[in-house]
T-cell receptor, first 115, second 115 residues
Framework: AQSVAQPEDQVNVAEGNPLTVKCTYSVSGNPYLFWYVQYPNRGLQFLLKYITGDNLVKGSYGFEAEFNKSQTSFHLKKPSALVSDSALYFCAVRVLTGGGNKLTFGTGTQLKVEL | DAGVIQSPRHEVTEMGQEVTLRCKPISGHDYLFWYRQTMMRGLELLIYFNNNVPIDDSGMPEDRFSAKMPNASFSTLKIQPSEPRDSAVYFC?????????????FGPGTRLLVL
């Protein structure tokens, strides 16, 4: 089975400090990994994705993620957190089903950035 | 582009009533997905379509749930009869193509409360 795990339900960080939201994956074959963000009462917004190539992927709003094959991880990072980054973050992996196009999402990590 | 459009944004109904949720995907996208989000179960894929044809409905919880896509610009998710445990946020998403790197774009969701 292909899956992602987000080991932390919540991450707290002070504004201006670096942040990391963790994600590990389990897939057979090459992983296709995504990060989404969900603000209160909103839909999920795409942040970034890893398909192939450079292990450091840059995305929207200053976020980046590092793909680490040996550790099967795809952690989301930002050098300097903002209060406005407070939201629910989801990691997702592409699941191949007969050539289909399904995403399996993690359980989400609530990020809280405080002044 | 207006993005994925969902209606209604909020729905309150009584147990036993029929509920119809609507979705307009991004123009030109050939994949459409219906998800359900609850605190207990997180984000679950219910069903997805490719070129208006249902591909995988293994996530549809019961026969009370049905989904249709009569044309490329419109899909419905129907619950009949509704039950209180159906209360959740229902998201529609769409994507272009079936390559592994294609991004799914989410609508704002319909918040359903069944009393």
């Amino acid at each position: 089975a292909q899956s992602v795990a987000q080991p932390e339900d919540q991450v707290n960080v002070a504004e201006g400090n670096p942040l990391t939201v963790k994600c590990t994956y389990s897939v057979s074959g090459n992983p296709y990994l995504f990060w989404y963000v969900q603000y209160p009462n909103r839909g999920l917004q795409f942040l970034l994705k890893y398909i192939t190539g450079d292990n450091l992927v840059k995305g929207s709003y200053g976020f980046e993620a590092e793909f680490n094959k040996s550790q099967t991880s795809f952690h989301l990072k930002k050098p300097s957190a903002l209060v406005s980054d407070s939201a629910l973050y989801f990691c997702a992996v592409r699941v191949l089903t007969g050539g289909g196009n399904k995403l399996t999402f993690g359980t989400g990590t609530q990020l809280k950035v405080e002044l | 582009d207006a993005g994925v459009i969902q209606s209604p944004r909020h729905e309150v109904t009584e147990m036993g009533q029929e509920v119809t949720l609507r979705c307009k995907p991004i123009s030109g996208h050939d994949y459409l997905f219906w998800y359900r989000q609850t605190m207990m179960r997180g984000l679950e894929l219910l069903i997805y379509f490719n070129n208006n044809v249902p591909i995988d409905d293994s996530g549809m919880p019961e026969d009370r749930f049905s989904a249709k896509m009569p044309n490329a610009s419109f899909s419905t998710l129907k619950i009949q009869p509704s039950e209180p445990r159906d209360s959740a946020v229902y998201f529609c998403a769409s994507s272009l193509g079936q390559g592994r790197g294609e991004t799914q774009y989410f609508g704002p969701g319909t918040r359903l409360l069944v009393l």
